[in-house]
């Protein structure tokens, strides 16, 4: 491209762009490198082809709203993260309930020690 412009601004013009005007511009890209719509050029090996040209290509049809397959979704992995999260405390809420519980039922550290030889002891 002769013209020197910023991606925002280059964005902003294909953007402001119809369709079939964008469609036009890309014809004319790959008519100048000697190009036709399709697959490929018969003959031609992949790596044959100017890296530019297709980088070119590439930055002209990024700025398709229709081209782009899915939009991103945060969402998900956000929801993930506060749903690890909720089952994380009521994990720890569990534990230390469990523990309340277990000291307020035998609060003398004889009688926890008796239960805990005797679990080891256990036939």
């Known amino acids: 491209m002769a013209i020197k412009e910023s991606n925002e601004e280059r964005k902003e013009r294909f953007q402001v762009m119809s369709s079939d005007e964008r469609k036009a511009l890309i014809r004319e890209k790959l008519k100048a490198a000697g190009l036709?719509?399709?697959s490929g050029v018969q003959g031609k090996d992949l790596?044959?082809?100017d890296k530019d040209e297709i980088w070119d290509l590439i930055q002209v049809t990024s700025c398709f709203?229709?081209?782009k397959t899915k939009p991103r979704q945060i969402e998900p992995k956000a929801l993930r993260k506060k749903t690890?999260?909720?089952?994380w405390i009521m994990i720890a809420i569990a534990l230390i309930g469990g523990m309340g519980l277990y000291y307020r039922q035998y609060p003398s550290p004889d009688t926890r020690r008796e239960l805990s030889v005797d679990g080891i002891f256990a036939d």
């Open 84 to 87: 690890s999260l909720i089952a």
């Open 47 to 49: 790596s044959s082809y």
């Open 65 to 67: 709203p229709e081209m």
């Open 36 to 38: 036709q719509e399709g």
